[in-house]
């Protein structure tokens, strides 16, 4: 039988589920970041050949 089946481990793969859930909220962000600036970058350049 695998270690993990038998909860001998339960603390380590909550940890382990955690680090993946933090690891997707930061990837997560970072792409929110990223679109926000992208965005941005396209209205400065709209602004600036309006002029």
């Known amino acids: 039988m695998p270690i993990h089946q038998t ?21 997560d962000r970072r792409r929110h970041r990223r679109a926000q600036r992208l965005k941005q970058r396209v209205r ?3 602004a600036a050949a309006k002029n």
């Open 7 to 27: 909860g001998e481990y339960p603390m380590l793969e909550e940890l382990m589920a955690h680090k993946k859930i933090e690891r997707k909220k930061e990837l």
């Open 44 to 46: 400065e350049a709209k």
